[in-house]
C-alpha cells in the first residue's frame, strides 16, 4: 500500500513531539516529586481527648484563676504555672497505679530533692495531715527546703480505686505561704467526671 508523503510526515513528527517530552538531554528521564500532605502534630492529636474546660477527659476541678495550663508531660494529667513577681512555681497532677512506688519511698525523694535528710515512716506519718476533698479524705503534707532561700513543696496525696492521685506545687520558700489556701482549695475541687465513659 502506497502511504501518502503528507501521512508520513504527519506520523513521523508525532513520534518525534513524543520523544521529546519523554525525555530531556541525552537519554534522560523526568522526575517529579510530590510533596506529602503534612502529618498532624502530636499535640493537636491529644488536644483531641482534652474537655472544654481544659482538664483532661475524665476529671474535673476547679482552678485559681492566675494558674495558667502549660505544657504536660505524657504521664501528668495536668501543670499549671503559677506566675509569680520574680520567679515561678508550678504545679502538677499525676495519677499512678496501686500506692505510686510508696509513701515513705515518695516523701524520701521528695525531700531529697530538696536537700534534706531521709525521715523514717513515723516521722512521715507525724507530718502529714488529713483533708477532705471531693473524692474523699487525701493526705498533705508541706516539705520547706534548707535556708532561706529555696524550694517547698506542698503535696496532696489521694488514694483512689487501685491508684493513687498526687498533686504537688513547687514554689520559692518565701511565697509558699499565700499558696497553701488556693493550694488546698484546688486539691479538693478535684472529682471524677460523672458524664465520662467508664475506665476514665
Partial sequence: MKVK???F??????????LTLGCSGDNAVNTYRVDKAPVQPAESIVAATVAPSGTPAGWLWQK??????????SMQLAKFLLPLEGSDANCSLMVLSGSGGGLVANVNRWRQQLGLETNSEAEIEAALKTEKGLLGNFSFLRIEGPGPVGDAFLIAIQPLEGQ?????????????????????????????DPGSAPGH
Avoid: H, N, Y
Avoid at 9 to 18: D, K, Q, Y
Avoid at 176 to 188: G, R, T
Fill in 5 to 7: 508523503p503528507e501521512t
Fill in 64 to 73: 485559681p484563676a492566675t494558674w495558667l495550663p502549660t505544657e504536660r508531660s
Fill in 9 to 18: 510526515f504527519i506520523s513521523a513528527g508525532l513520534v518525534f513531539l513524543l
Fill in 164 to 192: 493513687t492521685l498526687f498533686i504537688k506545687l513547687i514554689a520559692p520558700l518565701g511565697d509558699v505561704d499565700q499558696m497553701q489556701e488556693p493550694f488546698l482549695a484546688f486539691c479538693k475541687s478535684v472529682r471524677k
